[in-house]
């Protein structure tokens, strides 16, 4: 089966350039000049065209930081690997990276079977894992070496969450001593747990138990604190170290200086502390900013914070937008937090959105189109060892490939959404841009507003080791 796709602009992280797409089954065969007689022929030859006139054709996004089914606070994220990889499709991502789980105390392998038994054969689109692992242990050292060879090449560590996911500063060293030698990249939630804890034990004995309060005792001090402490103990192991979720100016200024010295230290951030602030959201009334609590929080709209990540944005020191997905519903979910902030599970969902939340920083004047396309999907492809079978549009590669609408729009509301939540944190958002046809090596999920993809069309990818490091 061969398609076509016809008079686009293609959109790479390069540049933009009028294209013709050559897809034969499930990669791309050749991207040619408009008009050549090579395009011709591939024209006449092909079994399916698809027009792209007036549209942008991008690689497929790359959600390199998801929580499908994340077991959190006596509960489990709301998106199954079916509904969540689906919501992805509709918003143009084709690839999701998953964190598999190992929580302190269990073992490695068991909970790594355990995430695979729970994707496979479910899955809309391509995915692969991260391992977290929870208090790091000698046996989840052990396992490190054996994962990598799995195409499991990052591992997650915390600073936060004591006794559930926390590794102190030896566990943390002892883990990126193995990276360093494996080629491994350390994801670190970033945040002082240990102070966090203190401050949100004095606030609720103070009777201060709404959800702002889980934002304002997770200082943004503490997160550059937590910051600089991981760079630091991942110059001293020699291992390279990718910030997580990435939400405060404090913390992007440890990333900044270290990239400064030519380190490999990386950061992401997501669309939620782009977009959203701890007043008008955390601290909306009754006990609506619960849908809102996420870690890091979501920060003041008073200090530099937003700017300061598109700004991050635009000069790499954050070198990724993810979405951080870990949807949960209100209701019997997050209100499991009713009388104290401590017990709302933490997680935003928008696996669907990235791609048209960041597009809108294209519209805004933030970021270049080129640079759109960098930060959703070619840079977390070379940085989690996918490229190029993904994140690019080139012969060789899979054809992941979205049309995108510049002329359309995208209201964003509960009422349309694809993800199994009962809120929006977006709701009443209005993107200036649209989805508008999404390929998965070759077939068509997206088109025409309507999904035609089926489940188990996603596949598991063994990743290889990140071609991003210095
Ligand atoms: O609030 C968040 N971020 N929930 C998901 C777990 C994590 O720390 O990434
Ligand atoms: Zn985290
Ligand atoms: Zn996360």
């Not at 030698?181 to 670190?188: H, S, V």
Request: glycine residues 10%.
């Amino acid at each position: 089966m061969t398609t076509l796709i016809q008079n686009g602009t293609v959109v790479t992280a390069t540049g933009r350039h009028e294209a013709d797409v050559l897809i034969d089954s499930i990669t791309i065969a050749a991207v040619l000049q408009p008009g050549s007689d090579a395009a011709a022929s591939a024209a006449g030859g092909a079994d399916r065209v698809i027009d792209a006139t007036g549209k942008y054709v991008v690689p497929g996004g790359i959600d390199c930081h998801t929580h499908m089914e994340l077991p959190f606070g006596g509960t489990f994220a709301s998106d199954t690997f079916e509904i969540g990889t689906r919501a992805a499709a509709w918003g143009g991502t084709t690839t999701i990276i998953d964190f598999a789980v190992q929580k302190t105390g269990e073992n490695v392998r068991e909970s790594l079977d355990a995430w695979f038994a729970k994707a496979e054969g479910e899955c809309a689109i391509d995915y692969a894992f991260h391992m977290i692992l929870g208090g790091v242990d000698d046996a989840a050292l052990k396992e490190m070496d054996s994962l990598v060879g799995e195409g499991i090449t990052s591992f997650k560590l915390f600073m936060a969450y004591p006794g559930v996911f926390y590794s102190d500063d030896a566990q943390i060293f002892r883990a990126m001593q193995v990276a360093a030698n494996n080629g491994a990249m350390i994801c670190m939630h970033a945040e002082n747990g240990i102070a966090i804890d203190v401050l949100g034990e004095q606030a609720a004995a103070r009777g201060q138990t709404d959800p702002i309060f889980h934002g304002i005792t997770r200082h943004p001090r503490f997160e550059g604190e937590a910051t600089n402490r991981a760079i630091q103990l991942a110059l001293v192991a020699g291992a390279p170290v990718y910030i997580v979720h990435l939400s405060a100016s404090e913390a992007l200024e440890r990333v900044a200086e270290a990239r400064n010295q030519g380190r490999n230290v990386f950061a992401e951030t997501c669309p939620q502390y782009l977009y959203l602030n701890l007043e008008d959201h955390l601290g909306a009334p009754g006990f609506a900013g619960a849908g809102y609590v996420c870690s890091p929080p979501l920060r003041t709209k008073h200090e530099h914070h937003h700017s300061d990540l598109w700004q991050g944005l635009r000069t790499n020191d954050l070198a990724i937008v993810s979405t951080d997905h870990c949807p949960f519903c209100m209701k019997e979910q997050k209100e499991l937090g009713l009388d104290d902030f401590r017990a709302i599970p933490n997680g935003i969902g928008g696996v669907e959105h990235r791609m048209d939340l960041i597009y809108q920083g294209v519209v805004m004047g933030e970021i270049t189109l080129e640079r759109w396309v960098e930060t959703c999907s070619t840079t977390p492809a070379r940085m989690f060892g996918l490229y190029p079978q993904k994140g690019v549009i080139a012969p060789g590669a899979d054809a992941d490939i979205v049309l995108y609408d510049p002329k359309g729009t995208t209201d964003i509301s509960v009422d349309t959404h694809h993800m199994s939540m009962d809120y929006s944190a977006y709701e009443g958002i209005r993107i200036d841009g649209k989805v508008d046809t999404v390929l998965s090596k070759g077939k068509v999920l997206i088109e025409n507003d309507a999904y035609h993809g089926t489940k188990g069309d996603g596949a598991y990818l063994r990743r290889g080791l990140s071609s991003y490091l210095i």
